[in-house]
């Protein structure tokens, strides 16, 4: 605990401590930096899918209110819906089975860079057959030009 002491003349009896109302933080900043480190070190571990190698563009990010499905298709053509490897005759009974028969939930298409654009449409396009309206391709984002501010990343991290 801090003290000062009052050596002002005449005002006070000469000695007289007073406290000082002051809360020490450093304690406080230390555990917040620990933790800070913490979440920097544990978040990316926390990210799963499968590694795909997705073109850049400049677009803005969507929103979406709901966590979307996300069907992956790899350079070598074989297709991901979330994590799990799918055929393309099979994809849109799982899909109609993971969103309960919701027209409406969004699907993000995530396409490799170097995969050709007939593939990647074909799959798009067996999708959209199948009664899903909000489906959406992802790509990365790159870097902002100068005047436009920085935009957030559309996809997340990149594994």
Do not use: C, H, W
């Not at 920097?40 to 803005?60: E, F, H, I, Y």
């Not at 069907?71 to 899909?95: H, N, R």
């Amino acid at each position: 605990m801090a003290f000062s002491m009052n050596t002002g003349g005449g005002r006070g009896r000469a000695g007289r401590y007073r406290p000082l109302a002051e809360i020490n933080v450093t304690p406080l900043v230390d555990v917040m930096l620990v933790l800070l480190i913490i979440f920097m070190v544990t978040a990316p571990l926390m990210t799963s899918g499968v590694s795909v190698d997705l073109p850049k563009t400049n677009a803005q990010p969507l929103n979406s209110d709901s966590e979307p499905l996300t069907v992956t298709i790899k350079a070598d053509g074989s297709i991901f819906l979330q994590e799990q490897a799918v055929d393309i005759g099979d994809l849109v009974t799982k899909l109609q089975a993971i969103a309960k028969n919701n027209p409406d939930r969004r699907i993000f298409v995530r396409g490799d860079k170097d995969l050709a654009y007939g593939r990647i449409m074909e799959v798009m396009g067996t999708i959209t057959q199948g009664g899903f309206t909000k489906v959406a391709l992802l790509a990365e984002q790159t870097a902002a030009p100068a005047s436009a501010p920085p935009a957030k990343p559309a996809t997340g991290p990149r594994k």
